[in-house]
């Protein structure tokens, strides 16, 4: 029997794929923070765009560790078909952010396009460090800083910043930049409501991205489900 953590994490992953098998274009945030999930809890991420659907479960295992996995399913530009990819993905909490000022994390992943299909290596490999800094009067800033290499792509250096503010007791607007490579900075602005404080969270994001002669905008909405702690 697989402990009642994993469990969870598991049962999380296949809601996920039930509820979310359409396309979307985008995430949640582009610019990720020292702690996603609480201590001793599990989480799950969902978002839908126009050309790709995410989800992305996530569990706390240690107190300075997050595992995630996830899937994601991409337009193709023909009709009825699309790619999957899936991913795995760990969080090194060096200075956990809900409980320092000044929060430190390092984080490292893989993406795989077809799962059972030998490859030499994996579609993408990635690695990022992220620092926040409280600021006051209901302020956070995020930065992070790291690499990416997508297969038979070059190594290409990732950035983004962010800043949060609160603006009621349940609503949050989040504003935030991120670049890769030599591309052109995608933006994004996100307004993130509590519906269920700490356990059901909706975003809605606008982005504005993609190639020089090719930028585009769209919204997408997106949801976090996080458990009660499920261990001490």
């Known amino acids: 029997m697989l402990p009642r953590p994993i469990r969870f994490l598991l049962l999380l992953g296949g809601l996920g794929l039930g509820l979310f098998s359409t396309p979307l274009h985008a995430q949640q945030v582009l610019v990720d923070d020292p702690t996603s999930v609480p201590r001793g809890a599990a989480q799950l991420e969902a978002w839908h765009s126009v050309e790709e659907s995410w989800m992305a479960p996530a569990l706390r295992v240690h107190p300075a560790l997050e595992l995630?996995?996830?899937?994601?399913?991409?337009?193709?530009?023909?009709?009825?078909?699309?790619?999957?990819?899936?991913?795995?993905?760990?969080?090194?909490?060096?200075?956990?952010?809900?409980?320092?000022?000044?929060?430190?994390?390092?984080?490292?992943?893989?993406?795989?396009?077809?799962?059972?299909?030998?490859?030499?290596?994996?579609?993408?490999?990635?690695?990022?460090?992220?620092?926040?800094?409280?600021?006051?009067?209901?302020?956070?800033?995020?930065?992070?800083?790291?690499?990416?290499?997508?297969?038979?792509?070059?190594?290409?250096?990732?950035?983004g910043a962010r800043l949060d503010g609160s603006l009621l007791d349940r609503a949050t607007l989040i504003g935030e930049v991120y670049g890769e490579g030599r591309s052109a900075p995608?933006?994004?602005?996100?307004?993130?409501?509590?519906?269920?404080?700490?356990?059901?969270?909706?975003?809605?994001?606008?982005?504005?991205?993609?190639?020089?002669d090719g930028r585009s905008t769209w919204a997408t909405l997106g949801f976090t489900f996080m458990s009660a702690p499920l261990y001490r």
């Open 68 to 159: 995630a996995a996830g899937a994601a399913f991409f337009a193709t530009g023909i009709e009825d078909r699309r790619t999957v990819e899936y991913s795995a993905e760990g969080k090194l909490l060096l200075r956990p952010g809900s409980a320092h000022r000044i929060g430190v994390a390092a984080v490292g992943g893989v993406g795989v396009r077809q799962l059972g299909v030998p490859r030499d290596r994996p579609a993408s490999v990635y690695g990022y460090g992220v620092v926040s800094q409280d600021l006051g009067a209901g302020l956070t800033a995020y930065q992070n800083v790291g690499w990416v290499n997508e297969e038979n792509g070059p190594h290409e250096l990732t950035w």
């Open 186 to 212: 995608s933006l994004q602005a996100v307004l993130r409501t509590a519906l269920l404080p700490d356990r059901i969270e909706m975003d809605v994001s606008v982005t504005r991205g993609g190639s020089v």
